[in-house]
Every structure is written in structure tokens, then in C-alpha cells.
């Protein structure tokens, strides 16, 4: 059983059902046969627990992925090694000995009686190359990683010269690896392009835009429609995150509060990018909240963006949901006491409720919880979203990884600590291509994905100008924040 970290630490639920279902439990599926004493000798190195994988030394881990004449790798073994094999060693230096391995499998099968099961060996070791590149096709980006994969093809196309079928397996396998490449290639530089929304300076003293000036509800007043394209914004950028960012981030983040990766920084673009985006809809709020000049118009923009995240939270969209508590949670927006008398809180209430961070974010994760059994046994694309709140997920994994250590004190790699964390990001990326069932509205996410917002002190300043300062130390704030931007000017 997994030792539960510090409870004021986030970690996703343990009770949540996996997408990998019960074979992520290491146990061997059914007809597929155990693995033998392999060529070195190293699957002796593995310990099993009530038939489950817990540990193993890196090269019996290597053997126990490559397939023999009489065993195949369970699925969910091969993703959660490829997975979590980046913490030890690069791709291309796995693909490097698990060519060894191949070569050392196929020398035996040469030398004794079973030669003519080379060819079904040679198939297998396709299928695993098949499931590799398809699970991971940015490991085969450079160019140590596609050389190594050209030599194992070729050593196994070697075994079945006669009819070809290896040699047409590899072909295709190659031609959907390219394709692969190709379109996450595209996709990066489209990312690149992508900037986030120009920072306002916003009024400066007495310098709040016109009443008339276009806001959010001039472009949707209806709280639904605007949920709706708040879940396509996060569907279309949360699903160019790939298992390896969330591995990569995982081994390298700095601090739990700059998520930058210490290695190849675009490796993290999209993570990076994801996270941007719920700083900026936070700040959208706050912006669209405090740049209105009437009080009455104020205390509407408030109660519509209740009712927007409390639609978030019936689709499922948490991260939307949080980033617009987040906005008006804000101390430009929290401040605004005169405007808050006048909102009908009681469904505001509610939604802190659910994110409450008090007993490890209980609340939510119940909520989320109640979304992934929801999405599971869903008829519809509408009843399978879940977009669970970014920072925290991205926390829980963070937490797994750093309260169990990678290595057992006899130097086995500790293998129970990497099937938890492949189950959490294996559901995480099943969330994440769930095709998005709303009609997209282009002028509503351009307003969204574009509309400037405003800095930090443009928020205090618009906040003040609604509302003076009602102490001394928001006078003193005030006449501080004034003589500044006086000077700036």
C-alpha cells in the first residue's frame, strides 16, 4: 500500500478508478506468459509482491521489456517503463541496449533447436517498437534515437527475408513514426506563435475608460455559452501536453512554484503555456471586474462570472472554475466591498466550497472524483470531460515523486513508485483527448484569448478609483502606488 504524504500536501485520490484498469497493477495478463531467465540472467533482479512488480535493478527492468519467443511485455508494463525510464537513462540509450538484448536473443535462437521461431520473435519485437513509437514518437526526434532504431529493424527484418511481413510492419511503423513527428513539429511552431494577451498599464489616475468601452458581456452574456468556450480553449491546450512533458517536469522542477525545467526548455513549452493560460483568464477577471465605472454594472459583471464558473464546474471544467475564483479572489477585487454587498453570494459560496483548500483540497478532489466515474461510464462526449485543475495535478505528481525515493536501500529501482505515477498521468492524458462537443464561437475565444488585461498596480489603481482606500494601510498603499506611476509618467 502507497504511504500517504502529509495531508496538507495535494495528491490526487487514491480511490480514483484508473484508465489502465486492473493490468496497471503489474500483474501479467492472461496468455501472456512470464518471462524467462532472460540473456543475462537479470529478471532474477525482479520482485514481485501477490503476483505485483514492485522493484527491480535497471537491467532486469530492460529485460522484462523485450519480448522472448514465449513472452510479451503487458501493455501497461511497457508504457510505465518507457514512461519512467527517462528519470535514469535517455531513450536512445535504452533503445541502445534493449538492440543488445535483441541481438543476444537472436544469437541463441540461431544456435539452438528454435530457429524457426525467429520469426515470430521478429515480429514481436516490432510490436514493441510499434507500441513505442506511438506512445512516444518525440524519443525518436533526434537523431542517436532514429539510428538506433534503424539498427534493431534491420537486425529483425533479417529473420524473415522470405515473405517480407517484418519488413512491411517496419515500413508502416516508420511512415506513422514521420507522420508523427511531423505534426507535433507543426504543432510546436504554431504554440511559438502564440503569445499571451498584451498587459494594460490600465488608468492612470482618473483615467478609467468609458462606460461605453466593449467588455466580455458585450460579446456573451450568456454564462453556458462562455463555459463552453472556456473548456475548448482548455481542450485545445491542455492536449498538446504528452506523457514525457509531465515526466520531464516531474524530475526536473525547480521549485513547486516555478514549473520551469532546468534541461531543454522546449520539452515544457506547452506546460508552460497551459499555465500561463490560468494566470491570464485569472486576470482577465479581475480586469473585466474592475475596469467598470458603475458599481451597479460592477456588482453584473461579478454575478455573471459566478454563474460562468459554476457552469465550468457542471461540465467538469475545474481549471477554468479555479482561475475564475482565482480572479475574483484577488486583493483589487476581493477589496471591492461596497460591490460585493450588492452580489447574491450564495452560489459564490458554494463554489469556494468546492475548491476549499482545507484537508488537502478534499472538496475538490470529491468533485473531481464524482467527474472521472462520470466520464467513465459516459455515453457522450459531453459527460467524458474532465479537465482537472492543472497546478494541482501537476503538485500531486510532484509529491508522489519526491516523498518515495527512485531507489530501494538494495539499489533496486522502486517500480511501485512509477506504475502510481504512470496510472495518474495515463488518466490525465485520457481526459485530455476527449473531442470537445460544443460549436466553437471564434469571436468569443479571440475576445478571451486576446482582450488586454491589466498589470497588477493598473488593477489597484482602477480598484482605488472604485472604491477609496477604507484604512490606513490601503492609504498608505494608495499613496504610495500614485507616487509611483506619477513618476513613472
Known amino acids: 500500500m502507497f504511504l500517504e504524504p502529509q495531508e496538507t500536501m495535494p495528491q490526487t485520490s487514491v480511490v480514483f478508478s484508473s484508465i489502465l484498469g486492473p493490468s496497471c497493477s503489474g500483474q501479467v495478463q492472461p496468455g501472456m506468459g512470464e518471462r524467462g531467465g532472460g540473456a543475462g540472467g537479470g529478471s532474477g533482479d525482479l520482485i514481485f509482491q501477490d503476483g505485483?512488480?514492485?522493484?527491480?535493478?535497471?537491467?532486469?527492468?530492460?529485460?522484462?521489456?523485450?519480448?522472448?519467443?514465449?513472452?510479451?511485455?503487458?501493455?501497461?508494463?511497457?508504457?510505465?517503463?518507457?514512461?519512467?525510464?527517462?528519470?535514469?537513462?535517455?531513450?536512445?540509450?535504452l533503445l541502445a541496449r534493449v538492440g543488445q538484448i535483441c541481438v543476444e536473443q537472436k544469437q541463441q535462437l540461431e544456435a539452438g533447436p528454435e530457429k524457426a521461431k525467429l520469426k515470430s520473435f521478429s515480429a514481436k519485437i516490432v510490436q514493441l517498437l510499434k507500441e513505442w513509437t506511438e506512445a512516444f514518437p518525440y524519443d525518436f526526434q533526434d537523431e542517436k534515437a532514429m539510428a538506433e532504431l534503424k539498427a534493431i529493424t534491420h537486425r529483425v527484418t533479417q529473420c524473415d527475408e522470405e515473405n517480407g511481413t517484418v519488413k512491411k510492419a517496419i515500413a508502416q511503423m516508420t511512415q506513422s513514426l514521420l507522420l508523427s513527428l511531423a505534426a507535433r513539429s507543426q504543432l510546436q511552431e504554431l504554440r511559438?506563435?502564440?503569445?499571451?494577451?498584451?498587459?494594460?498599464?490600465?488608468?492612470?489616475?482618473?483615467?478609467?475608460?468609458?462606460a461605453a468601452q466593449k467588455d466580455i458581456l458585450g460579446v456573451c452574456c450568456d454564462p453556458l455559452v462562455l463555459a463552453q468556450q472556456l473548456t475548448h480553449i482548455e481542450l485545445d491546450r491542455v492536449s498538446s501536453i504528452y506523457p514525457e512533458d509531465l515526466m520531464q517536469i516531474v524530475s526536473h522542477m525547480d521549485s513547486l512554484d516555478n514549473h520551469r525545467c532546468r534541461g531543454d526548455l522546449t520539452k515544457t513549452y506547452s506546460l508552460e503555456a497551459y499555465d500561463n493560460w490560468f494566470n491570464?483568464?485569472?486576470?482577465?477577471?479581475?480586469t473585466e471586474v474592475c475596469r467598470v465605472v458603475k458599481k451597479k454594472h460592477r456588482t453584473r459583471m461579478l454575478e455573471f462570472f459566478i454563474?460562468?464558473?459554476?457552469?465550468?464546474?457542471?461540465?467538469?471544467?475545474?481549471?477554468?472554475?479555479?482561475?475564475?475564483?482565482?480572479?475574483?479572489?484577488?486583493?483589487?477585487?476581493?477589496?471591492?466591498?461596497?460591490?460585493?454587498?450588492?452580489?447574491?453570494?450564495?452560489?459564490?459560496d458554494v463554489?469556494?466550497?468546492?475548491?476549499?483548500?482545507?484537508?488537502?483540497?478534499?472538496?475538490?478532489?470529491?468533485?473531481?472524483?464524482?467527474?472521472?466515474?462520470?466520464?467513465?461510464?459516459?455515453?457522450?462526449?459531453?459527460?467524458?470531460?474532465?479537465?482537472?485543475?492543472?497546478?494541482?495535478?501537476?503538485?500531486?505528481?510532484?509529491?508522489?515523486?519526491?516523498?518515495?525515493?527512485?531507489?530501494?536501500?538494495?539499489?533496486?529501482?522502486?517500480?511501485?513508485?512509477?506504475?502510481?505515477?504512470?496510472?495518474?498521468i495515463h488518466e490525465f492524458m485520457t481526459w485530455?483527448?476527449?473531442?470537445?462537443?460544443?460549436?466553437?464561437?471564434?469571436?468569443?475565444?479571440?475576445?478571451?484569448?486576446t482582450a488586454p488585461i491589466y498589470s497588477e498596480e493598473a488593477l489597484f489603481v482602477a480598484s482605488f478609483e472604485s472604491e477609496g482606500p477604507e484604512n490606513h494601510m490601503e492609504k498608505d498603499s494608495w499613496k504610495t502606488l500614485r507616487t509611483t506611476l506619477l513618476n513613472r509618467a
Not at 66 to 81: A, E, H, N, Q, S
Open 52 to 93: 505485483r512488480l514492485i522493484s527491480g535493478s535497471l537491467e532486469a527492468l530492460m529485460e522484462h521489456l523485450v519480448p522472448t519467443v514465449d513472452y510479451y511485455p503487458d501493455r501497461t508494463y511497457i508504457f510505465t517503463f518507457l514512461l519512467s525510464s527517462r528519470v535514469f537513462m535517455p531513450p536512445h540509450d
Open 192 to 210: 511559438e506563435k502564440l503569445r499571451p494577451p498584451a498587459i494594460d498599464k490600465g488608468p492612470i489616475l482618473k483615467t478609467k475608460p468609458p
Open 280 to 286: 491570464c483568464l485569472s486576470m482577465l477577471v479581475a
Open 351 to 424: 463554489l469556494e466550497h468546492h475548491m476549499d483548500p482545507s484537508s488537502n483540497f478534499c472538496n475538490y478532489r470529491t468533485a473531481l472524483q464524482g467527474a472521472t466515474q462520470r466520464s467513465q461510464m459516459a455515453n457522450s462526449s459531453r459527460e467524458k470531460i474532465v479537465i482537472p485543475v492543472f497546478n494541482l495535478f501537476v503538485k500531486d505528481i510532484y509529491f508522489l515523486h519526491k516523498i518515495h525515493t527512485n531507489h530501494l536501500p538494495n539499489g533496486h529501482i522502486n517500480f511501485k513508485k512509477f506504475w502510481e505515477i504512470s496510472r495518474q
Open 307 to 348: 454563474d460562468v464558473a459554476r457552469e465550468c464546474f457542471n461540465i467538469g471544467n475545474f481549471n477554468s472554475m479555479m482561475a475564475i475564483i482565482s480572479g475574483m479572489n484577488l486583493s483589487p477585487v476581493a477589496r471591492l466591498k461596497k460591490t460585493w454587498s450588492k452580489v447574491k453570494t450564495a452560489k459564490f
Open 432 to 449: 485530455t483527448q476527449v473531442e470537445c462537443p460544443f460549436e466553437k464561437d471564434k469571436k468569443i475565444q479571440s475576445y478571451l484569448l
